[in-house]
């Protein structure tokens, strides 16, 4: 046992700055292809509740090809294949752009369940004492999704944060790759691939801790 | 006296079930009516088509003269009805208060954002109104704490922020435990009291009966019988009418 | 573009690695629903205090760190403690373990979707307590959880993908050693999108029927 314990108390504070290093490269990319995901999955939404039949059907076909789609095929078409007709990415472009282009449909199903659970009977009474439409929207309703769609959205950035080790695929400088380059230098794959677990599993846990927190039951 | 409501030709189908086939009235101001008949009648339907949450198929709904809902022969968008729902205060049988917001926000809410009321002018308009309705001691409670008649008040005060030339009543108390039945009705009788002008669809028939002046009896999607509520409730001449108040009364 | 010939040979190429995929698929389908039914009652009716912080745990650790670093543990660590295991046989622990996370969620929120008077009225009929998980409770409980399992398959089939990383030799793996050779990286990765699309169109399908019949039953 205490075999297994020993690389750690040799070559911890070699590692320790490496991993911290990468967790902030994950976190980053993380971030960042969450917020555009956010953004795409806004429009997406948007598409879906569109008075246009064509929009609609887009969202719908999109959301249909990303549920069968795999993320590393995503990855490896924007990085590796698309050069092959003249648009290239870099590495942790592609890996972004993946990423958000993936989970933009997620959001937008968060969004749509969101919807679906606010009563009609909110909007109403908002149309009822002679809001517009788009004051009912912003006032009453946006609020109440908000609120709803918080946890689930949270649970949903904690995958996005997961599958972000798949960027280490696609040569992206994150945790995982990290850990790879740790483990063929001091050949200690064990060691290096718990403490890589480790390090997600310190910045994902919190988070999904904090939507159990705010997870708002159906009435 | 001119009428301030006029309704005239009102036909509402959804699809190949037509569930309005031709409904007239009048209300004078401060009248108040009473919509009773059987589920399925569309008394609640006839309601909603006034401050058109319900579009009509054909007809003319008339407030103060100006036509409601249609403009240049067009149905109005939600965006264009605004201003005249804003004038007519809608109650509603699920309460649908804003549980996101305090009691005192959903009173006030309205007047800030569709008639500018400063903040402060609109919150003592709230509490005015809460007042009135008897819930100023739980203003800055949250409707999810409050009873269904509590919140059904609250609802009523929301209504009266409006400032509104017309109430809508739609089945208020059906969805109340029997013993929260009552706060709510003696909220409708001071209202009546004032003067106001009210619509009421109801299964509380002893309520029309004292409560309003004129009692409309819809069946089928058609005024069967209309009249001064006393008689129509007390002695109703068509057979039909005199069928559904014998049920209720069981 | 890409003549007639090209695209067969892809094709064959590609799909040399369906029967593993699908293999995959199904067998850590097979341990992730054994085992989290298990897991599922044992946490919702055995009341053992350490087991359930054990199994809290358990699902906590799976679920916050990616599969990616679980396979190379599996894959690559433990062989360096002179466990080797195969490829296939990492694959469907690796994934057969996480899923165990996850469907012990989904079936134990399919029981807390039950009212409590179920178990009360099974309870003053006479019924054991056994009787009544067995009888009563778990075919509920399973049938409003089929909907979730059902999304879960789908999501699976797509995570299938990332064992490539660990030389499994499915579709991913022979599309990545294809390009190696023939450099159509556009047309190699967009086949096998389109290809893991086309097998998880009627697992998409089989789960929208189960939501159609069972998701009401959520309230």
Known sequence: MTGFFAPYGDYGSEWLPLLVKATFNTAALSVSAFALALVLGLLLSLCQRSPFAVLRRFAAVYVTVVRGVPLLAVLFLLYFGLPGIGIVFDAFGAAVLGLALCFAAQVAELLRAGLKAIPAGQAEAALAVGFTPAQ?????????????????????FVSLLKDSSLASLITVDELALTGRAMATEYFLPLQIYVAVGVCYFAIAWPFSALSRRLAVPAR | MTALLSVAGLRKSYGPVEVLKGIDFDVAPGEKIALIGPSGSGKSTCLRCMNFLEKPSAGEIRLDGERIGVREGRVMSDRQLAPQRAEMGMVF?????????SVTENVAIAARKVRGLSA?????????????????????ASPLELSGGQQQRVAIARALAQKPKLMLFDEPTSALDPELVHEVL????????????????????????DIADRVLFLDGGTIVEAGPARDVITAPREPRT????????? | MADLNLVTSVAQGLFA??????LVTVASLAVAVMLGFALALVRQFAGIRLLNLAIDAYCEILCNVPALTHLFILYFGLASLGIRLTSMAAAVLGLGLIGTAITCAILRA???????????AALAAGLTPLQVISDILTPQAMRIALPGLGNYAVQLLKDTSVVSAIAAPEIMFFARSMVTSSFQTTLIYSMAAALYLLLS??????????????????G
């Open chain 3, 17 to 22: 690695g369906v029967g593993v995929t699908v």
């Open chain 1, 136 to 156: 009912s929207f912003r006032l009453i309703i946006l609020p109440q999704v908000a609120r709803v769609v918080l946890s689930p959205m949270i649970v949903t």
């Open chain 2, 186 to 209: 003696k909220v409708m009788e001071e209202l009546a009291a004032e003067g106001r002008t009210m619509i009421i669809v109801t299964h509380e028939v002893a309520f029309a009966r």
């Open chain 3, 201 to 218: 169109l009627p697992l998409m399908q089989a789960t929208r029927m189960l939501e159609r019949r069972y998701g009401r039953l959520k």
């Open chain 2, 93 to 101: 049988q699920l309460f649908n208060l804003w549980p996101h917001l």
């Open chain 2, 120 to 140: 402060r002018d609109a919150r003592d308009l709230a509490l005015d109104m809460l007042a009135k309705v008897h819930m100023t001691h739980r203003a800055e």
């Open chain 2, 242 to 250: 005199q069928a559904f108040l014998k049920k209720i009364r069981h």
């Open chain 3, 110 to 120: 399919g029981f807390a979707a039950l009212p409590h008077g179920q178990a009360e």
